[in-house]
């Protein structure tokens, strides 16, 4: 399917799940489910168009504490805004705020490190995340929140929209049922929504850093790749069995859950 991203100004990897079929042919319903990036990137006119467009009630932030602080999410009226950090500070990989000194510069650091593999590198985040008591947490709260919100969208997001978000996409659009062949096809789109963006913030950490070799090594660091989502899939397989049992086992979303989901978000 040709998946769309929301027309807005400032935040390019901003989508609408509405209309995205499943496995029993129904649909999901249109602006009730938005993924993102940041959104201190939109706006004051993209801001306008979630509230009064997308009918937007209700934003669940993935980011850090750190990250939230140095690029706070803008106020919307009638819209609620919950944290829910999938990692902490010290989880990098994932996240772009500064460390000890610039972030990029230390994963640039990183990238030209002998040995170091960028693609093993993010593939082992995904595990992380997946296996982690705390992602756990807040993933089961983004469903409590979904089951609870009866009219209007819910938007979630992280820094670039890709990979807390993105996994948190996967897990939503699998639980309402949705063919593997869409989810993967909306997972990757992310790298083409984000191509420019990607490619001005490899060209800024090369001229820092006075080494042109590092492109490729970063920009896996910047993109989404089948192996992430491979190290994602069989690791649910691996530790749960199946989608449905990492769901209930690990989040908490029961068959009934899962069920009621459907009849809030699909028509």
Known sequence: MDIQRIPLEGAKNTRDFGGFPTKDGRHIKPHRLLRSCELCVTTENDRKVLVEAYDLK????????????????????????????????????VTREGQDGDFLEQ??????????????????????????????????????ELLSREKGATLWHCTAGKDRAGIASIL????????????????????????????????????????????????????????????????????????GAYLEKALGLSRDKREALKALYLN
């Open 58 to 93: 209700e934003v669940l932030d993935f980011r850090t504490a750190k990250e939230r602080e140095e690029h706070p999410d803008p106020e919307m009226p009638g819209v609620i805004n919950l944290h829910m950090p999938v990692l902490d500070e010290k989880a990098l990989g």
């Open 107 to 144: 994963l640039a650091a990183s990238v030209m490190t002998p040995g170091f593999d960028s693609t093993r590198y993010m593939s082992e985040i995904y595990e992380k995340i997946i296996l982690g008591d705390n992602a756990a947490r807040q993933y089961g709260r983004m469903f409590d």
């Open 172 to 243: 939503v659009l699998s639980a309402l049922g949705v063919p593997e062949k869409v989810i993967e096809a909306d997972y990757f789109k992310v790298n083409d929504f984000l191509r420019e963006e990607n490619e001005r913030l490899c060209r800024s950490v090369e001229d820092k850093m006075n080494n042109h070799r590092i492109h490729d090594g970063l920009m896996q660091m910047f993109i989404v790749h089948k192996a992430y989502l491979d190290r994602m899939l069989n690791t649910i397989r691996m530790y749960y069995g199946t989608m």
